[in-house]
């Protein structure tokens, strides 16, 4: 049995292809999640950026690891079923929180969201990992892309400062450069999406997501939990978020003070 909110089918297509939708997860609180944006973004926390880059208009505010401090954020994360719809779909027994991120792309923002996999900008690794990508407004051109099978391929993506667009950390040779999916020919999956539905995808998963041409905001609530398998690694330099003084060591579970556990079975 899986959570009513989906089928035998979603979780199948999101172990094949690394990303499914999910219609209404945050429905019943899509209120709520844009009162905690709104104060999300009247006090920045100290890794909010607007992404301001040269030659691009608009404003694209995003920040991350705000939860603890927002209530509005951990009262939707108790009360939704996302722990359960995340279980279910990682098909593990436990869900275990890792951090928020809210990405407002204003009217007329140019930048789009460049292609990138999360799982190597973080310390964890593992195959139970799952992101929930949230619009708080209705999507069209401005909707998450996702590349269908990347969670599966041989090399993570190198990640990149979103900005300058400077590798992150150093590569040795286990990274792969960032590709051009629409150039390429991959396949990629995108879906016009209502306040509340809510876009599944795994760590690995390569996406990105267009500039907002549109004459409305383009809010977004994104979540990021582990699973049973989920451990911490260590990279080639800073990880983003860092959280300093975590005093983990490789191989280890989250801490559970830092990363509470949200559901166990």
């Known amino acids: 049995m899986v959570h009513p909110l989906i089928t035998p089918e979603h979780v199948?297509?999101?172990?094949?292809?690394?990303?499914?939708?999910?219609?209404?997860?945050?429905?019943?609180?899509?209120?709520?999640?844009?009162?905690?944006?709104?104060?999300?973004?009247?006090?920045?926390?100290?890794y909010a950026?607007?992404?301001?880059?040269?030659?691009?208009?608009?404003?694209?505010?995003?920040?991350?690891?705000?939860?603890?401090?927002?209530?509005?954020?951990?009262?939707a994360i108790a009360d939704s079923p996302v722990a359960e719809v995340a279980a279910d779909l990682m098909q593990s027994q436990s869900v275990q929180m890792f951090h928020d991120h809210v990405l407002v792309k204003e009217p007329g923002t140019?930048?789009?969201?460049?292609?990138?996999?999360?799982?190597?900008?973080y310390f964890v690794e593992g195959d139970q990992t799952i992101s929930f990508w949230s619009p708080l407004d209705e999507v069209k051109e401005a909707t998450l892309r996702c590349v269908a099978g990347s969670h599966k391929w041989e090399k993570e993506?190198?990640?990149?400062?979103?900005?300058?667009e400077e590798d992150f950390f150093p590569?040795?040779?286990?990274?792969?450069?960032?590709?051009?999916?629409?150039?390429?020919?991959?396949?990629?999956?995108?879906?016009?999406?209502?306040?509340?539905?809510?876009?599944?995808?795994n760590y690995k998963t390569l996406h990105g997501a267009r500039g907002n041409t549109s004459a409305s905001r383009r809010r977004a609530f994104s979540l990021r939990l582990v699973g049973d398998d989920a451990r911490y690694v260590e990279r080639p330099g800073r990880t983003s978020p860092p959280f300093p003084g975590h005093d983990?060591?490789?191989?280890?579970r989250l801490r559970e003070d830092w990363f509470p556990i949200l559901l166990q079975r």
Request: overall charge negative; aromatic content about 12%; glycine content about 10%.
């Open 171 to 201: 590569d040795e040779g286990q990274y792969m450069a960032v590709p051009d999916p629409d150039a390429e020919g991959m396949k990629v999956l995108e879906y016009p999406m209502q306040p509340g539905d809510a876009v599944a995808f």
């Open 248 to 252: 983990m060591q490789p191989g280890q």
């Open 49 to 75: 950026s607007n992404n301001e880059k040269a030659g691009q208009t608009g404003r694209f505010f995003d920040d991350y690891c705000n939860w603890t401090r927002i209530p509005e954020f951990q009262q």
């Open 157 to 164: 993506v190198l990640p990149t400062r979103w900005v300058s």
């Open 12 to 46: 199948e297509q999101f172990q094949r292809d690394g990303v499914v939708l999910i219609r209404g997860l945050f429905t019943d609180h899509v209120e709520l999640l844009r009162a905690g944006v709104a104060a999300n973004m009247d006090n920045p926390g100290p």
């Open 110 to 121: 140019s930048m789009p969201t460049p292609w990138h996999q999360d799982g190597p900008y």
